[in-house]
């Protein structure tokens, strides 16, 4: 049940008859309202939190985006090159995991039973997972290159 008097509810039914934001300076102040609960926020892990926030604060900088559409996409942009981090990010782990675990572990892996077994890292599965990380890599990028050349056209036709 709603604690909102009679009063108060025609008063908000009234208010909401005209409009929104009508001055420079309330859409100044409400400009940024969609980013602070943006859409793409809650796919950004925790700990990538401040590395994300920080170039998205570049971003709207950079790009000042005046409408949600805007907002949109320069979230997703930023999504984009998130993504783009997380694959670099995964790919020299893995890298370093498969370089590093034959000289770590004497050249044997063990599993839950005791059993040991020789991982098989050769230039030919190193090769097959480069080109899976390329051409994810190559898919995210277009994705990124298309975010932007999509906010600069509306940007363009809506100015």
Do not use: W
Not at 34 to 54: M, P, Q, S
Not at 111 to 124: F, M
């Amino acid at each position: 049940m709603s604690s909102v008097s009679e009063k108060q509810l025609e008063a908000n039914r009234h208010n909401a008859l005209k409009g929104g934001v009508k001055t420079d300076e309330g859409r100044e102040i409400v400009r940024f309202n969609a980013r602070k609960h943006g859409i793409l926020g809650n796919l950004v892990a925790e700990y990538e939190g401040d590395f994300y926030n920080r170039y998205l604060d570049q971003l709207f900088d950079e790009f000042q985006p005046n409408s949600i559409i805007e907002n949109i996409l320069v979230e997703r942009i930023a999504l984009h090159y998130l993504k783009l981090y997380r694959l670099a990010k995964a790919e020299a782990e893995f890298m370093k995991s498969c370089l590093q675990s034959a000289r770590v572990f004497g050249g044997a892996l063990f599993d839950s039973d005791g059993q040991g077994y020789t991982p098989e890292i050769n230039h030919h599965n190193i090769q097959q997972l480069v080109e899976i990380y390329s051409r994810y890599e190559t898919a995210t990028e277009n994705r990124l290159y298309r975010a932007i050349r999509e906010l600069k056209e509306y940007k363009r036709l809506h100015s």
